[in-house]
């Protein structure tokens, strides 16, 4: 788990900060997030974080990744929309 400040309020209000599960390995970064079920609007504020991340962090070859057990199919499409693996 790492904390991210968003500075200058990219995705929310300017200072907060959110927690993101990273993956460094080898110059390649891995962002995940693990959800039993997932809501659209969970998916859609993961992809905001993990976009806050690589642009805070400035990793170069990152992949966002959600596991969960819900794979319903407005969950793959905003998957496959935001370029977030679904596992």
């Known amino acids: ?11 929310g209000r300017a200072g907060r900060e959110y927690e ?6 080898d110059g ?5 997030e693990i959800k039993s079920y997932a809501e659209d609007d969970d998916i859609e504020n993961f992809n905001e974080k993990a976009e806050l991340a690589i642009e805070k ?6 992949k966002k990744a959600l ?5 319903r199919a407005s969950v793959v499409k905003l998957c496959e929309k935001y370029g977030i693996l679904l596992g």
């Open 1 to 11: 788990m790492k904390k991210i400040r968003d500075d200058e309020g990219l995705i």
């Open 20 to 25: 993101i599960d990273l993956c460094i390995t």
């Open 28 to 32: 390649e970064s891995l962002i995940f």
């Open 57 to 62: 962090l400035g990793l170069k070859r990152a």
């Open 67 to 71: 596991v969960t057990l819900d794979k």
